[in-house]
């Protein structure tokens, strides 16, 4: 179960590094249709703000799993090994009720732009939806990333705050 959950985010942070170079193209094009060619668009800025979103929480699972969030790890280097293991448990934790809170009031506010159709308020006008669904996903990526990373931990197996890890 771990590995498929290392798996899934894996392919979804690997997904989320593919949108951001989409976003690159996407801004390169508006530049040129503006600045070259004098036909800006109504669509870049908005398409590049949704897809900025869904690569960011797409990728946070993954970011938990190979301990590339911002950390401040001088009082975690100084304790001894079961004292290590206990306040990394404790920070998981912490995560995942962070995350189960977020996934709670995130999934009403979609269900609620579903419901009443929300928009968002420029030309485009997309479907608020799309929008706050990617914080479901993310932070139930995360979620079960916390769970795999809870169990990794109580079976023993040592966390290296120092590796360099390739998607």
Known sequence: MKTLIDQINRYCALFGAYLFFAIGLIIAYEVCARYLFNMPTIWVEEIARVLQLW??????????????????????????????????????????????????????????????????????????????????????????????????ICQGQAINFNAEHDI
Request: hydrophobic letters at 55%; proline letters at 2%.
């Open 55 to 152: 690569g960011c929480y797409l990728s946070m699972g993954w970011i938990l799993k190979n301990r590339k969030m911002i950390r401040i790890t001088i009082l975690i280097e100084r304790l001894a090994p079961s004292a290590a293991k206990i306040a990394e448990l404790f920070s998981i934790t912490i995560i995942a009720v962070f995350s189960v809170i977020t996934i709670y009031y995130a999934s009403i506010i979609t269900l609620e732009s579903i419901a009443i159709d929300r928009h968002t308020s420029s030309m485009l006008g997309l479907p608020e939806w799309l929008f706050d669904a990617s914080i479901v996903l993310g932070f139930l990526l995360l979620l079960l990333q916390c769970i795999a990373e809870f169990m990794k």
